[in-house]
């Protein structure tokens, strides 16, 4: 099978469990109604774009508080990875938090550079690269608002009905429908 179109199902799998995830605590449990997940992400897009030039750089989407899913249960890694080969179960993405937590460069963890705090931190940033790398679709080093609402977009193919919202049972015929075809 092609492995582009075996990442790219996997991003799109990814993302609508993620958005489902993300979905239910912030008070949107099915139906999901594709006109809130755009105005919802439209606010957090807005209150993300410091200087109100329209477009996130990569300080500006570092700084952002973007809503995080957590860990689903029984799969306390699978909002963490991400459609390349260096999610967090990978030898690159280990060898990427080591960096990131040696802080002074010396090839060795201290206690003070592995601590609990230190770790969330520098995982949660090396998260944050990779979500921005994967939504700045043209590579121009920021995201502009259609690139960072094209998963909220990506709700509409969900409803088979066309009614605006997405029910559960829409959720998962097609989120089946798409694990199956691969």
Known sequence: MNNYLVIGLSAFIGLGLAFAAWAR?????????????ENRAAEAFAAADANGDTELSRDEFAAAELPHPGPRPGRPFAHRRM????????????????DALDADGDGMLSRAEAGREQRH????????QRMF?????????????????????RLRELDENA???????????RMRARHHSG
């Open 25 to 37: 605590p912030h008070g949107m449990h099915p139906p999901i109604s594709i006109e809130q997940a």
């Open 121 to 128: 931190a520098a995982h949660k940033a090396l998260i944050k």
């Open 163 to 173: 009614d605006g919202e997405i029910s559960r049972d829409e959720f998962r015929s």
């Open 83 to 98: 459609h390349d080969d260096a999610g967090p179960d990978s030898d690159a993405y280990d060898a990427e938090l080591f």
């Open 133 to 153: 790398t994967h939504l700045d679709s043209d590579n121009s080093g920021a995201i502009s608002a259609s690139e960072f609402t094209q998963r909220v977009q």
